[in-house]
């Protein structure tokens, strides 16, 4: 747990440092995947970078709307360069449909992009296990284990270290799996699965969880939706891809 | 590859196995689940956001004493600051215009001087200089920044009215939007 690294008379955000690194790694895998699906890594990049932009303008246009009448009164301070007025949702909201915009004036094909990104999505993931680690974000609930870790008052499960080590396992499948690749969608509808199985396993050990209907942990209801949507979307992509033969 | 094609083409086969899958799933969550109020937060004191805010008793600039849980009911923006911190001077003219337009709703500033690594003249130089008006509290010995986990100068903690830190922005200076938003945030009734 380490949230700020001194570095001289620099006091700098780990945790935000680690997301960076992980964009950064991430979005230079592009080049070397797209031209596995026949893609342009530019056009990829560009889509990436939009999405990143569109990201954080949306995060930000979304904490001000909630706080309207703030905002009115001050509005050049739409531009201060502060994370914690960032509205997560609305961020990703405004990224998503960035990119499907972009995506679709471009030609671009869904499930083979969505392939050629998976393993920068997979490397993401890790990044943001390291920076919870960082930060003590995503915090376990306690326990008296021999491995739990002193955190915010009690001894606690590790979650930060199981996030990042399952992340680490599932950026080894998905690479191991795209070299084996059987239709398009294959590689992220799988990484997807995985991810949203891994959430729902270790959201069990979390002491942060949002509670809902009476005693069930929201995050594990949505991987639980995620996971079935994947398992039903690869089997339909697969018997899409034998009908209109076996490299379709 | 081939054959976990055949599978994932076989509708039967795949049904079942998802069927598998998902039904594992239910039940991990069914053994999860916690009862409404087995999550920590809100209630183990610790400097972090939906955590119970650290509490202190401190004397203040012009010798009163203040104590963090005594405001319970009130929204409190705790800041930790000092004379020599630059982005500290910068933002303190912007918390104290929220102060006067806040504290008819309930809200408390409390601008925990960092006493201990700054001068007691100099900060009470700097408080009349900028004519602040809110409590002053002194941390001589350190030991609220300790508890607090004070790694960088100014961090501010918003605290609603039931002593829950609902966010932590870590050095400065905050822009006025910032101050004001974690302001309303604070003061609304409910959760």
């Not at chain 1, 939009?50 to 905002?71: N, P």
């Not at chain 1, 949203?196 to 069990?204: D, G, K, W």
């Not at chain 2, 009470?124 to 790694?151: C, K, M, Q």
């Amino acid at each position: 747990m380490l949230p700020i690294l001194q570095v001289g008379p620099l006091a700098i955000q780990f945790p935000g440092l680690l997301l960076l690194a992980g964009v950064w790694i991430g979005t230079s895998l592009i080049d070397r995947e797209a031209p596995r699906y026949k893609l342009s890594g530019a056009l990829l990049n560009n889509l990436v970078f939009l999405a990143l932009v569109a990201g954080i303008l949306g995060a930000r246009l979304g904490y001000a709307l909630r706080f309207f009448d703030v905002y009115l009164g001050n509005p050049l301070d739409l531009l201060s360069i502060n994370p914690n007025t960032l509205d997560v949702q609305a961020g990703l909201a405004a990224a998503f449909i960035a990119a499907l915009v972009y995506g679709a004036r471009k030609g671009l094909p869904l499930w083979p992009a969505l392939d050629a990104l998976t393993p920068s999505f997979a490397v993401l993931a890790i990044a943001i296990g390291l920076a919870h680690i960082a930060s003590g974000d995503a915090f376990g609930r306690a326990t008296d284990l021999p491995w739990a870790i002193e955190l915010w008052g009690e001894r606690r499960h590790p979650t930060q270290f199981y996030e990042t080590l399952l992340a680490a396992g599932i950026l080894a499948a998905a690479l191991w799996l795209r070299r084996r690749t059987p239709f398009s969608g294959f590689v992220f509808l799988t990484w997807v699965a995985l991810s949203a199985a891994a959430r729902l396993l270790l959201e069990a050990f979390r002491g942060d969880s949002v509670i809902i209907l009476g005693g069930l942990r929201q995050a594990q209801l949505a991987g639980f939706l995620i996971l079935a949507s994947a398992l039903l979307m690869l089997h339909l992509l697969a018997r899409r891809a034998t009908v209109s033969g076996p490299n379709g | 590859m081939e054959r976990v094609n055949g599978w994932l083409i076989d509708r039967r086969r795949w049904s079942l196995l998802s069927g598998l899958i998902l039904a594992a799933s239910l039940g991990w969550i069914w053994a999860s689940a916690v009862p409404a109020d087995a999550t920590t937060a809100g209630r183990i004191p610790s400097p972090r956001e939906g955590f119970l805010a650290p509490d202190f008793s401190l004397e203040t600039l012009d010798g009163s004493m203040v104590t963090l849980a005594d405001l319970r009911g009130q929204g409190v923006v705790v800041n930790l600051w000092a004379s020599w911190c630059p982005p500290c001077r910068a933002e303190m003219p912007a918390l104290q215009r929220a102060w006067e337009d806040y504290q008819d709703r309930g809200l408390v500033i409390l601008a925990v001087n960092t006493t201990f690594q700054d001068s007691l003249p100099a900060a009470a130089a700097f408080v009349a200089e900028h004519n602040l008006t809110f409590p002053i509290p002194l941390d001589r010995s350190g030991s609220v920044s300790n508890r607090y986990l004070l790694r960088a100068l100014p961090s501010t903690y918003f605290v609603d009215r039931e002593g829950v830190i609902r966010q932590v922005v870590v050095g400065g200076p905050m822009s006025e939007a910032t101050i004001r938003a974690g302001i309303e945030e604070i003061l609304q009734d409910t959760r």
